[in-house]
């Protein structure tokens, strides 16, 4: 949990950057719910020609580097882990489940010790048995310089993670990882970590037999474990072929359907292009989706037309926020008064308009998403109305010592993602302006943005940021950014407000030892709103995805794990 979750941004951005093709507010079909077993009419059937239409590569297509929250969308039709996400719509699906494991895990020793045994009849694309040593291995494998870029968790957690430099260097490989035998796996941690399940859904958790590792030339044909095997795979994950793997078995695996028989993905491509070949629908067309475009504002205009369109739009909740972020070592925002004004002053409904209007992004008032698993705790301790409260937040400056206004500066960045951009930042301004703040805006270069406001020397007062989750709990969501042993000095630090607060950490750890993941939520939704009292962030909204499907599409499952439709669920037959 010591830097944000790259596919989570990623994700994200690509969504809400193709989002805002327009600038007017959305409008079009609306629904809170993330659809599912919706699309398409008549029941789903095996056979046919699935193809991807995306504007993002699968680029490092080998399990080791990924950083894939839930196992990703494509990654999981060839990776099978330990968990994975529950493959049902809404909130059914943000729970883990067992994959290749026949369970959650064993913990003992305070949830210091997790233990794993494989279900029987697991085989390989090549019909050779997977073993818990090769899933050992894919993991130690994930600790090698050549093949950076997983999630870093496991570094952290495991017991000799924080040294260890991968099976090519250290051939003995990593004490803290046994396999007693063929069927067993055990894991013995630095400390209680009561979400592992959740964490064995990563793609560092798929098993790669030894003998098969080419190395950095492994992302070119990975072993699948999954029920679809790699084909062709060419401009660094553009193109992709999948077929199926004819020695999956679907009685070993309760979460994929794997209904056609190919899988093509094509990507590179524009996101308008993608959303006018997925409406036209003309020949493979027809049987496609996309897993990383979003509809804009303009085309849910269009669509909020055509009746047989509107059909064939998923709305989908991924946990994600935007939110205000301040920096109390930089006046005058060390002032709690002023924090606070600004929490009253603040537009919402100007705001989400910015980000593509209420069809696309929701207003928060709480820092952790508005969904189940993350323990959300309903709470608003700066009441700003949906246009903002300027009266109050004049009272509060006043008491701040600024009765004649106060000037600040907004940074932000210049890339158009609708998150962190102009947009925003001058909805913003024009909200705080009728509480007597004149708001100055910093536009950044993206990369200068995102080198600032992550450096714990240089970061600003008051900027625009956003963070999404690794998984749909509070944990990955609370920790890196309010955990003040997070705070990082020397490199990218996301604990903004620089909060390291002893009860706050001890809370962090309390809840860590939980093993009842419900009984977690709780606690982090508890521990979110009594921060959220320091007024340290002003969360604003929480996006909503927007996707089309072509019209030959069935089966779509839309959970509020990814937010975005399940291709491991869809049929074109």
């Given amino acids: 949990m010591s830097r944000l979750s790259v596919t989570a941004r990623r994700v994200a951005a690509t969504a809400v950057s193709v989002v805002l093709v327009g600038a007017a507010a959305a409008c079009g079909p609306e629904d809170k719910n993330g659809d599912s077993k919706s699309g398409g009419g008549g029941r789903p059937g095996?056979?046919?020609?699935?193809?991807?239409?995306?504007?993002?590569?699968?680029?490092?297509f080998?399990?080791?580097?990924?950083?894939?929250?839930?196992?990703?969308?494509?990654?999981?039709?060839?990776?099978?882990?330990?968990?994975?996400?529950?493959?049902?719509?809404?909130?059914?699906?943000?729970?883990?489940?067992?994959?290749?494991?026949?369970?959650?895990?064993?913990?003992?020793?305070?949830?210091?010790?997790?233990?794993?045994?494989?279900?029987?009849?697991?085989?390989?694309?090549?019909?050779?048995?997977?073993?818990?040593?090769?899933?050992?291995?894919?993991?130690?494998?994930?600790?090698?310089?050549?093949?950076?870029?997983?999630?870093?968790?496991?570094?952290?957690?495991?017991?000799?993670?924080?040294?260890?430099?991968?099976?090519?260097?250290?051939?003995?490989?990593?004490?803290?990882?046994?396999?007693?035998?063929?069927?067993?796996?055990?894991?013995h941690l630095r400390k209680p970590e009561g979400e592992f399940p959740y964490l064995a859904t990563q793609t560092q958790f798929a098993p790669v037999p030894k003998a098969k590792d080419t190395g950095t030339k492994y992302e070119e044909h990975p072993v699948s474990s999954g029920p679809y095997k790699v084909v062709e795979n060419t401009g660094d994950g553009e193109r992709l072929v999948l077929e199926r793997n004819p020695h999956w078995s679907e009685k070993t695996d309760e979460e994929r359907h794997a209904y056609p028989d190919r899988i093509h993905v094509q990507s590179g491509l524009d996101s308008a292009v993608i959303n006018q070949r997925l409406s036209t629908g003309s020949g493979a067309d027809a049987a496609a989706v996309t897993t990383d475009t979003n509809l804009g504002p303009a085309e849910l205009a269009?669509?909020?037309?055509?009746?047989?369109?509107?059909?064939?739009?998923?709305?989908g909740h991924f946990g994600y926020t935007n939110y205000l972020a301040f920096n109390p070592k930089v006046k005058p925002f060390d002032d709690p008064k002023v924090r606070q004004a600004i929490s009253y002053a603040i537009n919402r409904t100007s705001v989400v308009n910015a980000?593509?209007?209420?069809?696309?992004?929701?207003?928060?008032?709480?820092?952790?998403?508005?969904?189940?698993?993350?323990?959300?705790?309903?709470?608003?301790?700066?009441?700003?109305?949906?246009?903002?409260?300027?009266?109050?937040?004049?009272?509060?400056l006043k008491e701040a010592g600024y009765e004649d206004g106060l000037t600040i500066t907004l940074t932000h960045s210049t890339d158009k993602d609708f998150e962190t951009s102009p947009e925003i930042a001058t909805a913003i301004q024009d909200g705080l302006k009728k509480a007597g703040i004149t708001v100055k805006l910093q536009g950044l270069e993206d990369?200068?943005?995102?080198?600032?406001?992550?450096?714990?020397?240089?970061?600003p007062g008051l900027f625009l940021a956003h963070w999404g989750a690794d998984w749909p709990s509070g944990g990955p969501f609370v920790a890196p950014i309010f955990d003040g042993r997070q705070i990082v000095e020397?490199?990218?630090?996301?604990?903004?407000?620089?909060?390291?607060?002893?009860?706050?950490?001890?809370?962090?750890?309390?809840?860590?030892?939980?093993?009842?993941?419900?009984?977690?939520?709780?606690?982090?939704?508890?521990?979110?709103?009594?921060?959220?009292?320091?007024?340290?962030?002003?969360?604003?909204?929480?996006?909503?995805?927007?996707?089309?499907?072509?019209?030959?599409?069935?089966?779509?499952?839309?959970?509020?794990?990814?937010?975005?439709?399940?291709?491991?669920?869809?049929?074109?037959?």
Avoid: C, M
């Fill in 62 to 187: 080998d399990p080791a580097r990924l950083y894939t929250s839930g196992g990703g969308n494509v990654p999981s039709l060839v990776f099978r882990t330990l968990t994975t996400r529950n493959r049902e719509g809404g909130e059914a699906g943000a729970k883990v489940v067992p994959d290749l494991a026949t369970d959650l895990g064993k913990p003992s020793k305070n949830a210091t010790v997790w233990t794993y045994t494989l279900k029987d009849g697991l085989k390989y694309e090549d019909g050779t048995e997977i073993t818990s040593a090769d899933i050992k291995y894919g993991i130690e494998r994930s600790f090698a310089a050549e093949l950076s870029g997983g999630a870093p968790y496991l570094r952290d957690w495991l017991v000799g993670g924080d040294s260890y430099e991968g099976p090519y260097k250290e051939k003995k490989g990593l004490d803290s990882i046994e396999t007693p035998d063929e069927k067993t796996i055990v894991f």
């Fill in 46 to 60: 095996k056979g046919g020609t699935l193809t991807i239409l995306n504007s993002q590569p699968q680029e490092d």
């Fill in 490 to 573: 020397d490199g990218s630090n996301y604990n903004h407000a620089f909060l390291n607060d002893k009860a706050v950490n001890k809370e962090i750890d309390e809840i860590n030892k939980l093993t009842d993941l419900d009984t977690a939520a709780e606690r982090w939704g508890a521990l979110d709103k009594k921060i959220g009292e320091q007024a340290l962030t002003v969360p604003l909204f929480h996006p909503v995805y927007k996707r089309l499907y072509g019209k030959d599409v069935k089966n779509i499952v839309i959970s509020d794990w990814t937010g975005v439709l399940d291709v491991s669920q869809v049929a074109v037959k």
């Fill in 355 to 396: 980000a593509g209007g209420s069809s696309l992004a929701e207003p928060a008032t709480t820092f952790l998403p508005d969904q189940k698993s993350f323990g959300h705790t309903p709470y608003d301790h700066f009441p700003a109305g949906r246009t903002g409260d300027p009266e109050k937040a004049e009272e509060l």
């Fill in 302 to 315: 269009q669509i909020g037309g055509d009746k047989e369109l509107a059909g064939r739009v998923g709305t």
């Fill in 447 to 459: 990369n200068e943005y995102d080198q600032k406001v992550h450096s714990a020397k240089d970061e």
